[in-house]
C-alpha cells in the first residue's frame, strides 16, 4: 500500500483502517527514525559498553519496527472480524448465543492487537533512550520526533484496548488486560520523558 | 511511495527522509482520521449551525491532509538543499562567499518548511476541536488518535524550525519565525488539549 493510499483510506467513512491502525504506523515511523539513528557513525566518544548498548538497541529496534509493520495490519483485520461478529443472524436463540460468543472472541482479538501495539512502542521507547543517551547528537532532532511518535502512537493504543475492554465480559481477562495496559503505560511515558531530556539540543 | 519504503527509508543511516518528513505524514494520518470522523453519519442531534461547523471542518481539514503530504516530499528536498550547499566548494573566497550565500537560503528553506508544517497541524487540530465536539461519538478513539498524532506532529515540526533557526543569521527572520513558532505551538497544545477532553470515552 502506498502512503497516499493509506492516507485516502484512512480519511474513508469506512470504518478500518483507523486509529489502531495510523498509531501502530506512527510508532513503526517513530522505531524506524531509531534505527536510523542508531546507526549513524558516532560523533561521541562512546566507551566499548556503551557502543555495545547502542548495537543491541539498534538489533532490537529493527524487530520491533517490522512488528508494529504487522500490528497495522493486524489491527484492521481484528475490527472487521468483529464487525463481521456483529453481521451474524440472531434470528433464532442458538443464533444468538453463538453471535455473542463470536462477538467476545473478536472483540478480544481488538484488545490484545492494540495491548500489543502499546507494547511494541513501549519497548521501542525503552530502546531509544540508549539512543537518546549514546547515538550521534546531531540527529537528536529525530530522536525528539520518534519519541514523540512513539508516545502518540502509545496512548491511541491504550485508548484503543480501554475501548474494546468496554464490551467484553471476562472480568479475569479485562482486569489482566487493564493491568498490564497501566504498567506498560506508565513505563513508556517514564523512558520517553527521559529519552526527551537526552534529546534536548 | 509505498508503507514499506517509507519505513525502510527512515531507517536508512541517511539523512533524508528524516523526522520532518515522519512528522509530516504522521500529521497527515491525524487529518485523515479527522476527515474520516468527520464524514460518518452523525449519531448525534446537531443543530444546523453545528452540522454546518462539521461540513467546513471537514472541507478544511480535507486540504490540510493534502497539505501536509506534500510537505512531507518538502521537507526531505530542503534538507537535501541544505546538505548541497555545505558541499559546495569553499577554495577561493568568491567559492567561500557563494557558499554561505547558499547555505544561508537552504537553511531558510528548511526553517520555513517545517513552520509550515506546524502551521498546517495547528489548524488541523483547530478543525479537529469541531470534530470532537460534534461529530458521531462512536468515533471518539479515533479522534483521539489524530489529535496525539497531529500534537506530537507539531512538536517535532517545531523541533525542527528551532534546530535549522540556529544556523542563520538575518536576525530580524529569526525573531519573526520564532515569535509565529510560539504562537502556533501555543494554539495547538490549547486547541488539542479541548479536543481531547471532547473526546473522551
Request: aromatic residues 2%.
Amino acid at each position: 500500500m502506498t502512503v497516499a493510499q493509506l492516507l485516502s483510506a484512512l480519511a474513508s467513512p469506512d470504518p478500518t483502517p483507523g486509529g489502531g491502525t495510523a498509531a501502530a504506523i506512527a510508532g513503526a515511523m517513530g522505531t524506524s527514525l531509531l534505527v536510523m539513528v542508531s546507526g549513524l557513525a558516532k560523533s561521541r566518544n562512546n566507551t566499548d559498553d556503551e557502543k555495545a548498548a547502542l548495537l543491541n538497541a539498534r538489533a532490537a529496534l529493527e524487530l520491533i519496527a517490522a512488528t508494529l509493520s504487522s500490528l497495522a495490519d493486524a489491527d484492521t483485520a481484528s475490527f472487521d472480524a468483529v464487525m463481521a461478529a456483529y453481521r451474524l443472524p440472531k434470528a433464532t436463540d442458538e443464533d444468538k448465543a453463538a453471535r455473542t460468543t463470536a462477538i467476545q472472541q473478536a472483540l478480544r482479538g481488538a484488545t490484545v492487537v492494540p495491548l500489543d501495539t502499546l507494547r511494541a512502542c513501549a519497548a521501542a521507547i525503552e530502546h531509544g533512550r540508549i539512543v537518546a543517551e549514546h547515538g550521534n547528537r546531531s540527529a537528536a532532532s529525530d530522536v525528539g520526533v520518534a519519541i514523540g511518535l512513539l508516545n502518540a502512537a502509545a496512548d491511541g493504543a491504550a485508548a484503543n484496548v480501554q475501548i474494546n475492554l468496554g464490551g467484553l465480559k471476562d472480568e479475569a481477562f479485562k482486569t489482566a488486560t487493564a493491568t498490564e495496559m497501566s504498567r506498560l503505560t506508565e513505563a513508556a511515558a517514564a523512558h520517553a520523558a527521559a529519552a526527551m531530556r537526552s534529546a534536548e539540543p
